[in-house]
């Protein structure tokens, strides 16, 4: 049989149209042996139940049907009872199942048959099996021919079964209704909200502890668990189920019901979160993370409003990894792709959680982070003063009005739109807008950015425009366009530099710097400081672009520089192609919006591949600039 097949369907199906065949031919069809042909015969007798039955006479198979309805329902039933075992992963799930609760060894041959399988196809899947427990620190010992047993520590099981195979194994294994009862009155008398993970774990311990499989001794940092205020209630919580089900739950037990409550999602409520006694070395963890960032990225976070909720989800969190309760976040690659220096940020805040606490944060614990963090970005952005947009038109206000009402579209809601004839223009009017759009040539010069725009226009391509224009205070953009880089602005023939390929890493940082030095762009301390900061950490990126950077002291606005060689250079078992220098004014904080908008630029840039080639691949700055305007 095929391992997508159902062999006790077929067998049904053959002979369903009349034919009488021999068990050799059956099995011969079936790519079983005609042992395992009587044994399936055997097995759909009694599933048919007296409605229909397969005779065997002479050694020719022949199905008589009694009861024609009641043979369609059997055949449906014997059709999903063995439909899980269609895919390697619900056979993987069962033989596991098997195993945790075998009182001894099992057979393979047994096992195939009960799955009707092959025993080749068995044997593929218990390769797999094996490989997946041995990460998790358990084993499936003994000879197919002999018998199989599970070894390994409980608590191993336990998590691998809640991360890996929980739905496979109980999603036919309801709680009783009483033990539900009492534990939604549990939950509604205490600041803890009630989870699916909490279900998943109760479930799990009852089966194991009823059946005689209960928790051996824990480390001794679980015990410390006992002190904190959750237990209580938990403590509480399973003496009453232990009075329902006449048994008496040990500490291990309870502490291990405890954990997705110690690891749970930060409470929606504010009052119930509050409830929740905050672990005070939290405090001074976040102010570790807040430094780091400032650190490693030159940006220096002002507290947000909701830090205390930060500060309960880093708690939560690190309980989470340390006594391994797996939380799986649904926006990962977005967040990756549509926040990428906040996400950059949080591999900073796990670099530091797994100095403190011995811990590695989960790519899906680092998204939560990065959520946060992303949260912190927007509401320094917010914080920034209003920001005011004037339209000048020259024919009529009515026109005026239409392009107002398209702008309105594409523009954040905070920002103040006016509306200037043409012949009322001065540079004193337009000084205090941050700026303008209009349809005809100004009569007067302004500082303000100023973008061209026609009655009707392409929302996207004024998206790009009004992206630089943020930056037109720190950006020397003399004419806005439709790329989208704002770096492009930052960038001149002086700050480029193209590598010949036989330099090292840090003869090709040298000579940058020994450049902006020259033209007066960084101080002479420069490359001292430059230097002092490559030892607190490098700043490669994606093992293709690098990131040295450290403050200026000639002025107040960032200087960027930008060195590509033809083939990749060495640094530290990265690769390097491509080298991104910001000398950065003393006072950066989060509400820099260009600093961070640089970044997410370079870190985008290294996402993609065909335009890294673009980038790497310039020979001069005609060819970067091409590159970055996305042309060919």
Known sequence: MGTGENRIASILLALSRGLTLSAGELAEKM??????????IRQINEELKGCAAIEVVQGR???????????????????????Q????????DYVLG???????????????????????????DLKKLRAELKANGLAIVGKTSKGLVLEGREADLRHYVLENAYDGLYRDYPLDTEITELVDRSFAESPFEQS????RFLTVMLDRFLTGHPLENLPQSFYSLTARQEFLAVDQLLEDIGRFLHVEFPPEEKLFVLLPIVGMRTPTDADNMKAIELDQAMGPLADKIFCQIKKELNIDLERPEFMEEFLYHLMFMINRLRFHVRLKSDVLAELREKYPLAWQMGGVAASVIRAEYGVEVTEDEKSYLASYFGVFLEEAAKRQRPFRAAVVCGTGRVTARLVAAQLKR????????????????????????GLIFTTVQLPCQTDQPVIFIHEIFNEQELRHKIEKAKYWEQVDVPVLDNNWFVMVGLLDESRFFRFTG???YEEAIEQMVASLTEQGEVDEGFAQRLREREKLGTMAFDHAVAIPHTIQKVGDRL???????????????????????MALPEQVNSEDGLLIRVYEEIISLTKDSALMDKVTKAKDFQALLRALYRQA
């Open 98 to 124: 098997r195993l945790m609760r075998a009182e001894g060894p099992l057979l393979t041959d047994e096992l195939a048959y009960e799955m009707s399988i092959g025993r080749s196809t068995l044997i593929s």
């Open 85 to 92: 075992f269609n895919s390697s992963g619900n056979r993987m």
């Open 61 to 83: 198979c022949s199905l008589q049907i009694y009861n024609g309805e009641a043979f369609q329902g059997a055949c449906r039933r014997l059709a999903e009872s063995n439909e």
């Open 410 to 433: 594409v523009l954040d809601s905070s920002v103040k739109l006016s509306l200037l004839p043409v012949e009322k223009t001065t540079p004193e009017i337009l000084s205090e807008f």
């Open 31 to 40: 790519d079983v042996s005609e042992r395992t042909i009587r044994n399936d």
């Open 559 to 581: 200087v960027l520089a930008v060195g590509t060689f033809p083939k990749p250079v060495r640094y530290l078992e990265r690769n390097i192609r491509l080298i991104f220098l």
């Open 502 to 504: 036989g330099e090292r």
């Open 196 to 199: 699916e993970s909490f279900q």
